[in-house]
């Protein structure tokens, strides 16, 4: 899956560091309220950036940044995208990964070799759901292998979950909940239908403020910090 985007600068992606953005192309789900939807459907629409051209442009702004964020799309499909890594971590810059947590063989492998200072988690819905999401019907069992990585490395993570109306609702949020097990900090993030993947997620109403504090009351129990993200 090729990188397919490149952002300068991010205050917001990576808390407290200045952060450039790589985007890769290609997922192995299809979440109806993805906000990269393009990235997903029809990459092709993007030109393609080379990983050396993507490299000399990280190079160039290391006297500013002090983060990379490798995003997506899902980038631990694409099979070149640990030596990229590796680069840039040769730069001496703090690395994030956000990842749907599918692929722990490539986290691990990552871990390894300390490339990673922070992952971010997408915990969809109850794992029995993924399937919905076009997923593997083995999620459950992935996502624990993840999950148990990044509760034993030495790094900053967090988990994340989308509250869209129909795929995240109270009973989902226990079966989240159950899969974390106090791992690591749990973000609950509002959904935004305005640019939702599936066209008739565009036109569902989020959850309440009510609803959504609602739902964290019932993350609560499952972590030692939850918060809400985008209300």
């Known amino acids: 899956m090729p990188i397919k985007g490149f952002q300068g600068t991010s205050l917001l992606d990576y808390p407290a560091h200045i952060a450039s953005l790589v985007f890769y192309s290609g997922c192995n789900m299809r979440c109806a309220y993805c906000h990269n939807a393009a990235l997903v459907e029809t990459p092709e629409a993007y030109p393609d950036i080379c990983a050396e051209d993507l490299f000399d442009m990280v190079a160039a702004r290391r006297g500013f940044i002090d983060a990379v964020v490798i995003s997506g799309g899902e980038p631990t499909l694409d099979k070149t995208m640990p030596q990229l890594v590796e680069r840039l971590k040769s730069l001496d810059l703090l690395i994030k990964l956000d990842t749907n947590g599918l692929k722990p063989q490539v986290v691990e492998a990552l871990l390894r070799k300390n490339l990673l200072d922070f992952v971010s988690l997408d915990l969809k819905t109850a794992p029995e759901r993924y399937s919905e999401l076009g997923a593997p019907t083995n999620a459950a069992a992935t996502l624990r292998a993840s999950i148990a990585l990044l509760a034993a490395a030495d790094i900053e993570i967090e988990f994340r979950t989308t509250c869209m109306p129909g795929y995240v609702e109270m009973e989902d949020i226990h079966a989240v909940g159950e899969l974390i097990e ?50």
Do not use: I, N
């Open 182 to 231: 106090r791992a690591g900090p749990w973000v609950l993030q509002q959904f935004v239908p305005e640019y939702a993947l599936a066209e008739d997620a565009r036109v569902v109403v989020p959850h309440s403020k009510a609803m959504m504090q609602e739902l964290l009351a019932a993350a609560s129990p499952y972590a030692d910090t939850v918060t809400l993200r985008g209300l």
